[in-house]
């Protein structure tokens, strides 16, 4: 039990599709992250919602759309998706303070997308 | 680009020796993190050091951070065949209320018994 759940673990979807990944923290943290994971690259900060602040990634497409409705979930909303976003899409967490220099991250185990 | 790199890209060792991993940034940073991940597994944080720290330890992994190189090491000693994963090193900079953590494409460690 990693206290970060990620749901669903396997998602197939055509390119017309509408679907949504959601992500669950149970460890009382206050900021949340969307990680894509491709074969051969660096994994990639797609958004962060942290201390009521939201940052995006401005080369993420807005195909992809994030909602953080509480501090305790955060989902990624997908729609005309392309080949090419089939990857491992991360969700993490971690506890934030403004003085702080870095915390670690938590990660779920990730959902797999393929996108037909 | 402050991309943390990791060299060599995949090791291959024998259990019981250890593991080197190295990683250079471009970029200040104030904090550069190692992960692992087993295939399938999402990420799981081994240690953080500080740019105003020089060596951490934490059982058998030993970090150092040379901020005037640019560069981290992680040692991973007495190796296992459960250390078979990928290592990613990862550069933070604080900006605002956001720890932005950027990561390496990572180092496939395979550790034969």
């Known amino acids: 039990e990693t206290g970060v759940t990620q749901t669903p673990r396997h998602l197939v979807m055509g390119m017309t599709n509408k679907k949504s990944l959601k992500c669950e923290q149970h460890l009382g943290h206050n900021a949340m992250y969307w990680y894509k994971q491709s074969a051969k690259k660096p994994l990639e900060l797609m958004f962060v919602?942290?201390?009521?602040?939201?940052?995006e990634n401005n080369s993420v497409p807005s195909r992809f759309s994030p909602e953080c409705p509480n501090s305790s979930h955060l989902f990624l909303h997908l729609h005309t998706l392309q080949p090419e976003d089939s990857a491992l899409y991360l969700c993490?967490?971690?506890?934030?303070?403004?003085?702080?220099?870095?915390?670690?991250?938590?990660f779920g185990n990730g959902t797999r997308l393929t996108v037909t | 680009s402050q991309q943390g790199e990791e060299d060599p890209q995949a090791l291959s060792i024998q259990e019981g020796e250890n593991a080197t991993m190295n990683c250079s940034y471009k970029?200040?940073?104030?904090?550069l993190q190692w992960y692992r991940q087993n295939s399938g597994r999402g990420l799981v944080h081994l240690i953080l050091?500080?740019?105003?720290?020089r060596e951490k330890h934490s059982g058998r992994l030993r970090v150092t951070l040379d901020t005037s190189k640019k560069s981290s090491s992680l040692l991973i000693t007495a190796s296992r065949a459960a250390d078979t994963a990928s290592y990613f090193c990862a550069t933070g900079r604080y900006g605002g209320a956001t720890n932005k953590l950027i990561f390496g494409t990572g180092t496939l460690l395979a550790v034969q018994p």
């Open positions: 970029t200040s940073i104030n904090n």
């Open positions: 993490a967490s971690s506890q934030e303070r403004r003085e702080s220099l870095g915390s670690p991250l938590h």
């Open positions: 919602y942290s201390l009521e602040e939201r940052v």
């Open positions: 050091i500080r740019s105003n720290e």
